[in-house]
């Protein structure tokens, strides 16, 4: 069982940067691999990036490739996401999963999910 509790969120200008947390619990970090997903009112859940649990192999979405960096560091249990040049369309909740299994770019990879972030881009 792992829980996952992000933080980071919060409101900047289009064009700026934040840098999201999610921290782990409950299990060793590097035994899963993390996915970094979003949800803007009603919207479905977008995959955004993923680290693998093996290698630091990562995998990223289109609409933000270039854009955000996914990274962990197993000593602090934590993944991040770096997130820059941001836009008002990546005004959404930002949520972090555990997965056991590959396939990182749909959600029901993830066994585990964190209550989310708000993520919110002006103008």
């Known amino acids: 069982q792992v829980q996952l509790v992000e933080s980071g969120g919060g409101l900047v200008q289009a064009g700026g940067s934040l840098r999201l947390s999610c921290a782990a619990s409950?299990?060793?970090?590097?035994?899963?691999?993390v996915g970094w997903f979003r949800q803007a009112p009603g919207k479905g859940r977008e995959f955004l990036a993923a680290?693998?649990?093996?290698?630091?192999?990562?995998y990223y979405g289109a609409s933000v490739k270039g854009r955000f960096t996914i990274s962990r560091d197993n000593a602090r249990y934590t993944a991040y996401l770096q997130m820059s040049n941001l836009k008002p369309e990546d005004t959404a909740v930002y949520f972090c999963g555990a997965a056991y299994k590959d396939n990182f770019y749909y959600t029901s990879t993830y066994a585990y999910w964190g209550q989310g972030t708000q993520v919110t881009v002006s103008s």
């Open positions: 409950g299990r060793a970090f590097s035994d899963y691999a």
């Open positions: 680290i693998n649990w093996s290698n630091d192999n990562t």
